[in-house]
């Protein structure tokens, strides 16, 4: 198998931060980032989360494009590099 997408998930009583996401760019728009996202935020509410927060550079248009079709209600943190 190869590593298309990765992400640091990071689960903190019952919040969930998700950090360093990256697809491999011959696997970006194939829904592997958000078929990973979805998992990681089941795998989080299962395991007691029941907020979640990301953190995004600001100039990242296709995390935010993927963020907001996802129609993920969570304030964003966009940090500028």
Do not use: E
């Not at 689960?11 to 194939?30: E, I, M």
């Amino acid at each position: 198998m190869i590593l298309k997408c990765l992400w640091l998930g990071v689960l903190s009583d019952n919040l969930f931060g998700l950090f360093d996401v990256g697809t491999l760019k011959p696997y970006r728009n194939q829904g592997y980032a958000a078929k990973l996202l979805n998992g990681m935020l089941s795998w989080a509410a299962s395991h007691g989360a029941t907020q979640s927060y990301l953190q995004v550079v600001a100039n990242n248009a296709p995390a935010i494009s993927l963020y907001r079709k996802l129609v993920i209600k969570i304030a964003m943190n966009i940090v500028s590099n």
